[in-house]
């Protein structure tokens, strides 16, 4: 059984048919129609689609004017892209330690993180249940800092009946194959900040304006775009978006009711007020648990798992240029060896679910460590 399997079909064959056909294959009308779709149910003004959540993260820091020597406040457990952004613009993540019940920067620790240099905060939403933004967004103002939501999981998220991508000042979404809808590979900046969105789209677009018969190159920009290639794939994933986030979440209930039995094994919970979108259905187990003997075991049964995502400062290039000790960031370093992925995608039948659970419960069983 695989971690995810993506959702296509003859919708987004057609989709891919029409452009080629057309012959109009970079971004243009079906790119900006994708586009509109993501404000809708992100909630914001504008939304620029980009090559991936990678690029769009950069792209977001070079818009608001992020330098090298600035530093950038990051949560310590994401998908390194989140770092390397922040790294790619020549500043410094700063890493804040997460809360263990969610996975999510812990809003507590964050304004010991803000120094000087600070200039802007990138919470995530891990695997898809929005960071705890009221606080985040509440302590960034008061030090004038803007926040970027690193959105990547979180298409069709809620905080409060806000959508995910419209909670700070920008918000980026990714569409690769593991994510909530993809396009292959691409992304999506959010924002309802109008000078933001304008400098974006510059930038986005090799730092070009149109002028009367020539473009005029007025910032050294990059081809972030997404094509209309993508855009098309993407606009028929939007058509399956509602099916697919109540899939994930009838989906991701069941299996949670399934665990709770489970000696060992805590199922991931949404805070009163956050829709998760499940992106990723991810399992903290308890420290006496070899978490990657449970992922061989379950190999071994033929279901696919994975870690939650990565303690940036236990990868060999954090390491090195940071140094930053396993106790400074205690639930990170936790998450980073106690977090599992299990599959989770609308397809799943009930037997598939048992089949999960039933392997998990022998998993567990074998991969208890001895007490010390
Ligand atoms: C997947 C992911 C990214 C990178 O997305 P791409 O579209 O593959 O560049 C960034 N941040 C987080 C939290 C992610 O999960």
Do not use: W
């Not at 457990?77 to 996975?103: C, E, K, L, M, Y």
């Not at 120094?115 to 695997?127: G, I, N």
């Not at 940036?312 to 390491?319: A, D, N, T």
Request: net charge negative; proline share 5%.
């Amino acid at each position: 059984m695989r971690l995810n399997v993506p959702l296509l079909d003859d919708q987004e064959l057609a989709a891919v048919g029409e452009v080629l056909a057309s012959g109009y294959l970079t971004q243009g009308a079906r790119t900006a129609r994708f586009e509109r779709e993501i404000a809708e149910v992100a909630g914001t003004t504008h939304a620029q689609a980009v090559s991936s959540a990678t690029t769009g993260l950069h792209l977001a820091l070079v818009g608001l004017g992020i330098q090298p020597g600035d530093e950038v406040v990051i949560p310590g457990f994401s998908f390194p892209a989140t770092a390397n952004a922040v790294i790619q613009q020549g500043a410094t993540p700063v890493f804040v330690d997460i809360q263990r019940s969610t996975f999510n920067l812990d809003p507590g620790l964050l304004e010991s993180a803000i120094t000087e240099r600070t200039r802007a905060v990138m919470p995530v939403h891990a695997f898809g249940l929005c960071a705890d933004m009221d606080p985040i967004v509440a302590i960034a103002d008061r030090h004038g800092l803007p926040v970027i939501e690193d959105a990547a999981c979180a298409l069709g998220g809620l905080y409060h009946g806000r959508g995910a991508g419209s909670l700070a000042t920008a918000g980026v979404f990714s569409f690769h194959p593991r994510k909530i809808i993809t396009t292959a590979e691409g992304g999506m900046i959010t924002t309802d900040d109008d000078a933001l969105a304008e400098r974006i789209a510059v930038l986005r677009a090799h730092g070009a304006v149109r002028g009367e018969l020539f473009m005029e190159f007025v910032e050294a920009g990059f081809n972030y775009r997404l094509s209309d290639v993508h855009a098309a794939i993407g606009s028929a994933q939007m058509r399956k978006l509602p099916m697919i986030l109540h899939g994930r979440r009838t989906r991701a209930a069941e299996l949670t009711e399934r665990l709770a039995g489970l000696d060992g094994v805590h199922a991931p919970v949404a805070p009163e007020g956050i829709e998760h979108t499940y992106q990723s259905y991810v399992v903290r187990l308890d420290d006496d648990i070899d978490r990657d003997a449970v992922i061989r075991a379950m190999r071994a049964k033929d279901v696919e798992t994975t870690l939650g995502t990565y303690g940036m400062h236990l990868q060999p290039y954090f390491r090195a240029r940071f140094d930053i000790a396993d106790d400074a960031l205690p639930e990170t370093t936790r998450a980073h060896h106690q977090a599992l992925t299990l599959p989770l995608y609308p397809q799943l039948t009930d037997d598939d679910l048992d089949t999960i659970v039933d392997a998990l419960r022998d998993s567990v069983a074998t991969s208890r460590r001895e007490a010390a």
